[in-house]
């Protein structure tokens, strides 16, 4: 997540750069190369969390159900939310991606325009789902963060102070 967003941060930097003050780049060429290296670049920051996405947002709202209402945040269910959401469609994505593959001719292989532009394609459909997760994936980091230092309903109670007021030794 933190790669993510190091990818959007340089993003958001390039593309005030290189736009008008409406927004319009001054090279559609080149904003479109460096919107494709993007998505290339936030999508394989995420393969790494990918497979565990599921496990994550599970633990997540397990431990939310478990917090002290005064130290939850309201956003995070929605955050939540958005995660999840982002995550099925991007499921979606990945078998489509996978069947385009596949069905790509067997001369097709990366560094090919057919191969290439399909996976580009592919990279440009999940961007908005991969910016979900770089936006608000932290919030797992404080869910858990929370849950780590509320108090645990299976750990004992501190064991009261002992009284320090014993007779001293003569």
Known sequence: ????????????????????????????????????????????????LRYGARHLLATAETQLG?????TV??????????????LDRLEQLHEQWLETRDALPATAKPGTTAFDDALAEYHAEAWSYLDDWATHGNTLREINAAARKAPSPLAPAPAPAADRRTPARK
């Not at 941060?9 to 993007?38: F, I, K, N």
């Not at 478990?66 to 005064?70: D, G, Q, S």
């Not at 945040?73 to 999840?84: A, F, I, K, T």
Request: charged share 30%; hydrophobic share 35%.
């Open 1 to 48: 997540m933190s790669d993510s967003k190091k990818i959007l941060d340089a993003w958001d930097a390039y593309s005030d750069e290189h736009t008008d003050l409406d927004g319009w780049p001054y090279d559609d060429h080149a904003y479109g190369l460096r919107a494709s290296q993007r998505d290339a670049d936030t999508a394989e920051a995420f393969e790494s």
């Open 66 to 70: 478990h917090l002290p209402e005064n």
């Open 73 to 86: 945040q309201s956003r995070w269910v929605y955050q939540l939310g958005v995660l999840h959401a982002a």
